[in-house]
Structures are given as structure tokens and as C-alpha cells.
């Protein structure tokens, strides 16, 4: 089955690297996603990472994937108060063809990173 | 494009009253999926659309909750009778294809007292 886990919380002073982590149990996962939530809004696609990689980078942010360990991680250089968000970890899981069903996404809890000045 | 739009933003209504969440999905894309977002259980899958035609509703909650999608530009969540627990935010978002991102509306946010 799916089940995607992530810690509640994380804090960190500004200009520090942020680390998000999480884990993951279906390893026939193809994309691994990463979302932020700022208050009052709406899931905001942060960045991805197709499962035949290990690692991505997108200006400050850096995604590591250990598909051996089931361990995705998000690592935020120069945090800025901006940053402030819940990021949550997602999977997508290949449906059977021929049910014709869309690969679901399955949501970790999310971790709420709040930035300190 | 102007991203999945949903209405209202926010809805407050009293216990027993009928709640309609209404969403557009984003033109062209085939899927649609209602989440439930809530301190207590995080965010739900409810149930999720393809060309229209409702695939999974294993994860609606019970017989109070019904969604539709007349057409591929618009679908409804409803809730008859509502009920304080169901106060939550409701996000409807869409994808492409099978496996694509999904992309996330605003969301409703309810509150039933």
C-alpha cells in the first residue's frame, strides 16, 4: 500500500539551509512531488522528481531521492521568512492500464517550516 | 490559462443546510480530483473524475456527500444535509493525463455551525 510520512514541523533561522524529508513505502512510485501550502492558499507545485533520478536542483531548491531507502528529501538553500509554508511530499503511483485509472497522488501529512528571524 | 477556479472562497452555513463547492478544471485536462483538507486527517482524496466519469469515490465520506461533472469545464461537490464536522477546506484540482501533475485550486473554505 502507499503511505507517505513526514515530520510535523521544522524550524530554521533565516539564511540557513532548510531540509524537509520524507518517506515513502510503494517503490513502484514514478514522480515524487513536493508542494507548498501558504496560509490561505491553495497546494502550489514546488518542484518534482522523476524516479529514475536521485537528485534535482532548481535555483535554491534541491530534491534528493534514495529509492533504495524510500527517502525523498528537499533542501531549501538561504531560507527566506517568504519560505514559511507546509511543503508536502507526494507520490504518484501507477494505476493498472487498463482500468484506465489516473495514477493517484498520495499526500504526506506535511511539515509546516517556519522561518525565524 | 487561469488555473482550476473554484467558488465560493468562503461559505459559513448552518447545520442542515445543503452546501454546493463548484469547480472549472483547468481547459483540456481530463482528470478531476475533490480533495478534503482538515487539521485532524490532513488532505483526503474524496473522489476523482476522467472525461467526466467518476472513477473512485471510495474516499467520500458517506451518503450526505454526492459530486457530479455535467460537462469537462465543471464539476459540484455537494453536501445534504451539512453538518459542524464536515467544516474543513475543499480543494477540487485537475491534471492532463494519467500521471501528470496535479494542479490545485484556491479551495472552498466551509465552516458549518
Not at chain 1, 525523498?72 to 507526494?90: E, H, N, P, V
Not at chain 2, 467526466?52 to 453536501?79: C, H, Q, Y
Amino acid at each position: 500500500g502507499e503511505d507517505v510520512e513526514q515530520s510535523l514541523f521544522l524550524s530554521v533561522r533565516e539564511g540557513d539551509s532548510s531540509v524537509i524529508n520524507c518517506t515513502y513505502t510503494d517503490s513502484s512510485s514514478t514522480y515524487l512531488y513536493w508542494y507548498k501550502q501558504e496560509p490561505g492558499a491553495g497546494l502550489q507545485l514546488l518542484t518534482y522528481i522523476f524516479s529514475n533520478m536521485d537528485m534535482k536542483q532548481d535555483q535554491r531548491l534541491t530534491v534528493l531521492l534514495n529509492k533504495k531507502d524510500k527517502h525523498l528529501s528537499l533542501r531549501i538553500a538561504d531560507t527566506q521568512t517568504g519560505d514559511s509554508a507546509i511543503y508536502f511530499c507526494a507520490e504518484s503511483i501507477s494505476g493498472p492500464p487498463s482500468s484506465g485509472s489516473a495514477r493517484q497522488l498520495t499526500f504526506g501529512s506535511g511539515t509546516q517550516l517556519t522561518v525565524l528571524p | 490559462d487561469a488555473g482550476v477556479i473554484q467558488s465560493p472562497r468562503h461559505e459559513v452555513t448552518e447545520m442542515g443546510q445543503e452546501v454546493t463547492l463548484r469547480c472549472k478544471p483547468i481547459s483540456g485536462h481530463d482528470y478531476l480530483f475533490w480533495y478534503r483538507q482538515t487539521m485532524m486527517r490532513g488532505l483526503e482524496l474524496l473522489i476523482y473524475f476522467n472525461n467526466n466519469v467518476p472513477i473512485d469515490d471510495s474516499g467520500m465520506p458517506e451518503d450526505r456527500f454526492s459530486a457530479k461533472m455535467p460537462n469537462a469545464s465543471f464539476s459540484t461537490l455537494k453536501i445534504q444535509p451539512s453538518e459542524p464536522r464536515d467544516s474543513a477546506v475543499y480543494f477540487c484540482a485537475s491534471s492532463l493525463v494519467a500521471g501528470n501533475t496535479i494542479y490545485f485550486g484556491e479551495g472552498s473554505w466551509l465552516t458549518v455551525v
